[in-house]
């Protein structure tokens, strides 16, 4: 299985981007999908989540209120609708999937990963 993330860019402070990861297959039906982010330096940090069959949503602390999850089973897609952006966003996002009962927050609960999308804020 191969997730494809893409949307990211060069955005001002307050603008938007909408993140896609696509997957190869639609065999998630016991699974979730998370959105992650990495800054240079740091820690690869968990952003948002969606499972595959309920719609349930779970986010960082963060991005409450900013940021959207929503998925598209038909299409195999899953998106991040980002909004209010701000300089600390900046970060390279990743899509992954694992097992919607496992831990959200955890990458290692994640067993499949998508390549990054770059998002850069600039003040």
């Known amino acids: 299985v191969q997730l494809q993330a893409s949307g990211g860019g060069l955005v001002q402070a307050g603008g938007s981007l909408r993140l896609s990861c696509a997957a190869s297959?639609?065999?998630?039906?016991?699974?979730?999908m998370g959105w992650f982010r990495q800054a240079p330096g740091k820690e690869r940090e968990f952003v948002a989540r969606i499972r595959w069959r309920t719609g349930w949503t779970y986010y960082a602390d963060s991005v409450k209120g900013r940021f959207a999850i929503s998925s598209d089973y038909a299409k195999a897609t899953v998106y991040l609708q980002m909004n209010s952006l701000k300089p600390e966003d900046t970060a390279v996002y990743y899509c992954?999937?694992?097992?919607?009962?496992?831990?959200?927050?955890?990458?290692?609960?994640?067993?499949?990963w998508g390549q990054g999308t770059q998002v850069t804020v600039s003040s």
């Open positions: 297959k639609r065999t998630f039906n016991n699974y979730a």
């Open positions: 992954a999937a694992g097992l919607e009962y496992k831990l959200p927050e955890t990458p290692p609960n994640y067993d499949y």
